[in-house]
């Protein structure tokens, strides 16, 4: 696709606003517009107003997102983005937007923990924060938890290798602990993979977005989150070997010895497989077996 008119676009603003993209900063600017679009068509109609776009740079997604009629609350940690984006987007559209000047890392866990609305979050994520993002979002949520959770959901651009990290299948190579904690804890589906000319600069990697939302329906609940998110870490330490030797109760903080554990994953018939070969239902079926004997 022939993005050169957008890509003249994206670099008059720049000039005329007196920067350049930042490496740091994760800025790779989106230049298709169809797939902004495309992202902001993905957020249910219920959360057009609860939206928090992490990173909105030149403003390409959160145009598309209040032409929807939504209202934004955009956290930019670059100033000189974030003080003129409500020029460069103008009225009457960015009467619904609010910037916020910040770190989201110091902003949304806050929101989503204590705040008293719900968050739905829309981004092309800067990479070098989805890891601290996803965990700190999938800590917060206890399966089957009867407790108010301000997070609905987020429609995230990734890049592609940790989309499909946390997407993974069990079985395949990328399949780790965040895989079945996102997987236990999410519905979601990939939106659209993006390839990595769709951006300027061009970054090393194509990207992909993914929609997701806490889950509400389970097959097994875990009776002690704590010890299911312990167990799954504890055994991705050591992917390669087999459960008999890497669940270890002590550093899942059971007071079980090993007979038992060699029992229970007997009675499983799991003994001999490898983490990366459990679903996320087994693990939480497994540390169900765990707490019943502990
Ligand atoms: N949304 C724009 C687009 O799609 O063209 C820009 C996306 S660019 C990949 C990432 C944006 O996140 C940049 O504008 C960058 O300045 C901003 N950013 C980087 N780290 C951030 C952080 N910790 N909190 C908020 N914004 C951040």
């Given at each position: 696709m022939d993005h050169s008119m957008e890509l003249e676009r994206?670099?008059?603003?720049?000039?005329?606003?007196?920067?350049?993209?930042?490496?740091?900063?994760?800025?790779?600017?989106?230049?298709?517009?169809?797939?902004?679009?495309?992202?902001?068509?993905?957020?249910?109609?219920?959360?057009?107003?609860?939206?928090?776009?992490?990173?909105?740079?030149?403003?390409?997604?959160?145009?598309?997102?209040?032409?929807?009629?939504?209202?934004?609350?955009?956290?930019?940690?670059?100033?000189?983005?974030?003080?003129?984006l409500h020029k460069i987007i103008g009225p009457p559209l960015n009467e619904r937007l609010e910037m916020i000047r910040g770190d989201a890392m110091n902003i949304i866990p806050g929101r989503i923990k204590d705040g008293n609305e719900d968050v739905f979050i829309v981004s092309n994520l800067p990479f070098n924060i989805s890891s601290r993002l996803i965990g700190g979002i999938l800590d917060q949520i206890i399966i089957g938890g009867s407790y108010p959770n301000h997070f609905k959901g987020g429609v995230i651009m990734f890049q592609e290798e940790f989309a499909n990290r946390i997407i993974s299948d069990p079985g395949s190579k990328t399949y780790g602990r965040i895989s079945v904690m996102f997987r236990s804890k999410m519905d979601f589906h990939e939106v659209i993979k993006v390839p990595r000319n769709s951006f300027f600069p061009i970054p090393k990697v194509n990207?992909?977005?993914?929609?997701?939302?806490?889950?509400?329906?389970?097959?097994?609940?875990?009776?002690?989150?704590?010890?299911?998110?312990?167990?799954?870490?504890?055994?991705?330490?050591?992917?390669?070997?087999?459960?008999?030797?890497?669940v270890n109760p002590r550093s899942i903080g059971i007071d079980l010895g090993m007979e038992d554990i060699k029992w229970i994953l007997d009675d499983m018939e799991i003994t001999d497989l490898r983490p990366e070969n459990l679903s996320p239902d087994t693990f939480i079926t497994l540390s169900n077996r765990l707490f019943d004997l502990a």
């Open positions: 994206v670099r008059v603003t720049l000039s005329k606003i007196g920067t350049r993209p930042i490496y740091a900063y994760g800025q790779n600017f989106l230049l298709d517009r169809s797939i902004s679009r495309n992202i902001a068509s993905e957020v249910p109609d219920r959360f057009i107003d609860n939206i928090f776009e992490i990173g909105p740079g030149l403003g390409i997604l959160t145009k598309a997102l209040l032409a929807r009629g939504a209202k934004v609350r955009a956290i930019e940690k670059d100033g000189i983005l974030a003080s003129n990207a992909s977005v993914i929609a997701f939302k806490p889950k509400t329906e389970f097959n097994v609940i875990p009776q002690d989150n704590d010890i299911f998110s312990k167990l799954v870490h504890d055994v991705f330490l050591n992917r390669r070997k087999k459960l008999k030797n890497t």
